[in-house]
């Protein structure tokens, strides 16, 4: 089992940046990925960033150059986010992959205003 908890979000002005960050508790060691989704209001959940534990990183199309994944030791994953606009409005769900099974945290609001 693994726990996840998101911290970072707010409100921003678009242009802003912010940093999102996630710790995970529990059976650390047998995390393969983890990663950032995130699920605006009436929209499916989608992939913001993932990156495996030898460090290969893999984006969404829309945030591409913007927002950048990294993680550091086995248990803590960060997502600084740059160039915000009021799409990027969501709220941002780390993800923790366990042999297959996913783990979700509770999530982190972002909101950006125009």
């Known amino acids: 089992q693994v726990q996840l908890v998101e911290s970072g979000g707010g409100l921003v002005q678009a242009g802003g940046s912010l940093r999102l960050s996630c710790v995970a508790t529990?059976?650390?060691?047998?995390?393969?990925?983890m990663g950032w989704y995130r699920q605006a209001p009436g929209k499916q959940r989608e992939l913001v960033a993932v990156?495996?534990?030898?460090?290969?990183t893999n984006y969404g199309d829309s945030v591409k150059g913007r927002f950048t994944i990294s993680r550091d030791n086995a248990n803590m994953v960060y997502l600084q986010v740059n160039s915000l606009k009021p799409e990027d409005t969501a709220r941002y769900y780390c993800?923790?992959?366990?042999?297959?099974?996913?783990?979700w945290g509770q999530g982190t609001q972002v909101t950006v205003s125009s």
């Open positions: 993800n923790a992959v366990v042999w297959g099974r996913n783990f």
């Open positions: 529990g059976s650390i060691f047998s995390i393969n990925a």
């Open positions: 990156i495996s534990s030898g460090g290969s």
